[in-house]
């Protein structure tokens, strides 16, 4: 099933409270977004009323919600399975006071009122900032501190089913870049094929389309162009990095595509060279991968190639970065994270060449660290891919 196991929950919660305790803090205070996916299954928007599960080190979590999601909380496998219980409050009550009597209740409410009151109160980094300007009001005193201090402990590395789900999306992805590299691309707006990418990843099986970059000629050079109204030409190349949501796990992948039209134009021989540059530097960042060396030396590795070859100062931005949940998460692949890697760590490896006004290349793989070796989830070829039409 595209899911993960009920059962997995409680033995997340139980693992965060371990955490909790660990780090010092009182509480985690965690909104809608993936850290509260992570350990609940609660999937929504965040949004003007607040949703906050309540973790303290010891004692029940609690998970604050407005009346009318009350429902979907307890319908969450962390409720069901008795690992949380649900608080509910009506439109005219003041949620953060709710909070602020329940952690109260628990001897870590406003600051000298209680003996966990020293202890800092953990707040997920996608809390909104009236929500976190309200809880600074209702518990006066309290040190408050970023909760991904502990959460990014958790979830940077992949069970199995966790990485059974980014295999899913990916290969959901791989399917969507060969559709779309076969073309018709040739006098089609940017945006048109931005559009055709998101049905196709929902049609092979994500639940959200979450990007489409198709960045044309020219505006390959900029790695997050959005697409526009640019017309794709016979000779040029394309870059296309594309992701979507299957399960609660992100996809994102990237392929470069050489336009050559009916009549077969060669690309120049520069745009060959780049290329195989590019394919160089992904591959052996890719061999790089092992538990043990750090998240920086899989950078090193990708920045080498493309530095001895004279480009490096065109390689603008990090190797990588972690997905799960998010699509960007920790390990980032970048110089000075001397994180080591271990099994179960799932990340980009997508070096690219970027040159100003003419066009660029870039060619992204979700790696996850194995024991002994890393195994690419996009198994997609990095042939170049020419499109006819
Ligand atoms: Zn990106
Ligand atoms: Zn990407
Ligand atoms: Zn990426």
């Known amino acids: 099933m595209n899911s993960i196991p009920d059962a997995r929950y409680a033995d997340r919660l139980a693992a965060c409270?371990?955490?909790?305790?660990?780090?010092?803090f009182g509480a985690l205070l965690l909104s809608v977004g993936p850290d509260l996916r992570y350990l609940t299954g609660f999937v929504g928007e965040p949004m003007e009323r607040l949703t906050l599960?309540?973790?303290?080190?010891?004692?029940?979590?609690?998970?604050?919600?407005?009346?009318?999601e009350a429902a979907k909380a307890e319908a969450t496998p962390l409720v069901r399975a008795g690992g949380a219980e649900v608080v509910a409050f009506e439109e005219t009550d003041d949620p953060a006071a709710r909070v602020a009597?329940?952690?109260?209740?628990?001897?870590?409410?406003?600051?000298?009122?209680?003996?966990?009151?020293?202890?800092?109160?953990?707040?997920?980094?996608?809390?909104?900032?009236?929500?976190?300007?309200?809880?600074?009001?209702?518990?006066?005193?309290?040190v408050f501190e970023p909760a991904s201090a502990v959460l990014r402990e958790l979830r940077i590395v992949k069970d199995a089913d966790e990485?059974?789900?980014?295999?899913?999306?990916?290969?959901?992805?791989?399917?969507?870049?060969?559709?779309i590299a076969a073309g018709p691309l040739i006098g089609r707006a940017e945006a048109d094929v931005a559009r055709e990418i998101r049905g196709r990843l929902v049609d092979e099986g994500h639940d959200v389309a979450d990007f489409a970059i198709v960045g044309s000629g020219p505006n390959g050079a900029s790695p997050h162009h959005d697409a526009g109204e640019r017309r794709i030409q016979a000779g040029e190349p394309v870059v296309l990095d594309i992701g979507g949501t299957l399960a609660g796990y992100l996809s994102d992948t990237t392929r470069t595509v050489w336009v050559a039209g009916e009549q077969g134009i060669e690309?120049?021989?520069?745009?060959?060279?780049?290329?195989?540059?590019?394919?160089?530097?992904?591959?052996?960042?890719?061999?790089?991968?092992?538990?043990?060396?750090?998240?920086?030396?899989?950078?090193?590795?990708?920045?080498?190639?493309?530095?001895?070859?004279?480009?490096?100062?065109?390689?603008?931005?990090?190797t990588g970065h972690g997905i799960g949940l998010e699509v960007h998460e920790d390990p980032y692949i970048v110089e000075g994270n001397?994180?080591?890697?271990?099994?179960?760590?799932?990340?980009?490896?997508?070096p690219g060449i970027y040159l100003p006004g003419r066009w660029g290349v870039r060619l992204e793989n979700i790696v996850l660290c194995g024991d002994e070796a890393g195994e690419p989830l996009n198994r997609s070829s990095l042939d170049l891919r020419v499109a006819r039409g």
Do not use: C
């Open 17 to 24: 409270r371990v955490a909790i305790d660990a780090g010092g």
């Open 53 to 68: 599960l309540v973790v303290p080190a010891d004692g029940k979590a609690q998970f604050v919600v407005p009346r009318l």
């Open 101 to 142: 009597d329940l952690l109260a209740a628990l001897g870590l409410g406003a600051a000298g009122t209680g003996t966990g009151t020293g202890k800092p109160l953990g707040l997920s980094d996608r809390l909104w900032a009236m929500h976190v300007l309200q809880l600074q009001r209702a518990l006066p005193g309290r």
């Open 163 to 179: 990485a059974r789900l980014l295999r899913l999306a990916a290969a959901a992805a791989d399917r969507t870049i060969e559709a």
């Open 267 to 318: 690309p120049e021989p520069e745009f060959r060279r780049v290329y195989d540059l590019v394919r160089e530097a992904n591959e052996a960042a890719t061999a790089a991968v092992r538990p043990g060396v750090t998240a920086a030396s899989i950078d090193t590795v990708a920045r080498g190639v493309i530095g001895a070859a004279g480009y490096g100062e065109y390689f603008t931005h990090r």
């Open 338 to 350: 001397s994180a080591a890697l271990r099994p179960g760590m799932a990340f980009s490896v997508e």
